[in-house]
T-cell receptor, first 112, second 113 residues
Framework: QKEVEQDPGPLSVPEGAIVSLNCTYS??????FMWYRQYSRKGPELLMY????GNKEDGRFTAQVDKSSKYISLFIRDSQPSDSATYLC????????????FGKGTRLHILP | KAGVTQTPRYLIKTRGQQVTLSCSPI?????VSWYQQTPGQGLQFLFE???????NKGNFPGRFSGRQFSNSRSEMNVSTLELGDSALYLC????????????FGPGTRLTVL
């Protein structure tokens, strides 16, 4: 079983819809969870990070962590064509000697 | 503040050759990490440098190596290139090593023929 699983998509939704992106993980020791957005021909850009279970909101984006289910989500409200990108989840153990583990990314297309 | 820069942006090599990629972190950032990104494997950690010392290494063969200079700039080298080394190589910088916020560069697209 891979440490981090993420559906590669592509996921196509109409403009204005709510988007739900998800990752599951196998190691309950992960403490720090991140979402990155990557546009074509660009490096990943950190969108959100959280240390704990629950929700964290930033504008149109909400990150949700459920440690009991080992499941994290990113919700995008009022989706825009400019949100079309690949979204990568990532997580780590919070030990400064540990590396960050990334999901493979979900390709998202917002249809105008 | 300038972002992370990587050079070159695109590179074409043939099997057996070696290649050196360069990364300049954000000013003031002392930690540099390297990643390999492929469609099949996703983003995989190569190694991390802090204060010119390698602090962490991923599961890659010894053909992959790196170093960091006193000005925090970093290079990675791949020797005896194989077709499977074709990938986007990304560099990320952060103030401190570990799970702090990382800022990625645009990457170097390496194609091995």
């Amino acid at each position: 079983q891979k440490e981090v699983e993420q559906d590669p998509g592509p996921l196509s939704v109409p403009e204005g819809a709510i988007v739900s992106l998800n990752c599951t993980y196998s190691n309950s020791a992960f403490q720090y969870f991140m979402w990155y957005r990557q546009y074509s021909r660009k490096g990943p850009e950190l969108l959100m990070y959280t240390y704990s279970s629950g929700n964290k909101e930033d504008g149109r984006f909400t990150a949700q962590v459920d440690k009991s289910s080992k499941y994290i989500s990113l919700f995008i409200r009022d989706s825009q064509p400019s949100d079309s990108a690949t979204y990568l989840c990532a997580m780590s153990y919070m030990n400064r000697d540990d590396k960050i583990i990334f999901g493979k990314g979900t390709r998202l297309h917002i249809l105008p | 503040k300038a972002g992370v820069t990587q050079t070159p942006r695109y590179l074409i090599k043939t099997r057996g050759q070696q290649v050196t990629l360069s990364c300049s972190p954000i000013s003031g950032h002392r930690s540099v990490s390297w990643y390999q990104q492929t469609p099949g494997q996703g983003l995989q950690f190569l190694f991390e440098y802090f204060s010119e010392t390698q602090r962490n290494k991923g599961n890659f063969p010894g053909r992959f190596s790196g170093r960091q200079f006193s000005n925090s700039r970093s290079e990675m080298n791949v020797s005896t290139l194989e077709l499977g080394d074709s990938a986007l190589y990304l560099c990320a910088s952060s103030l401190l090593p570990g799970a702090d916020t990382q800022y990625f560069g645009p990457g170097t697209r390496l194609t091995v023929l």
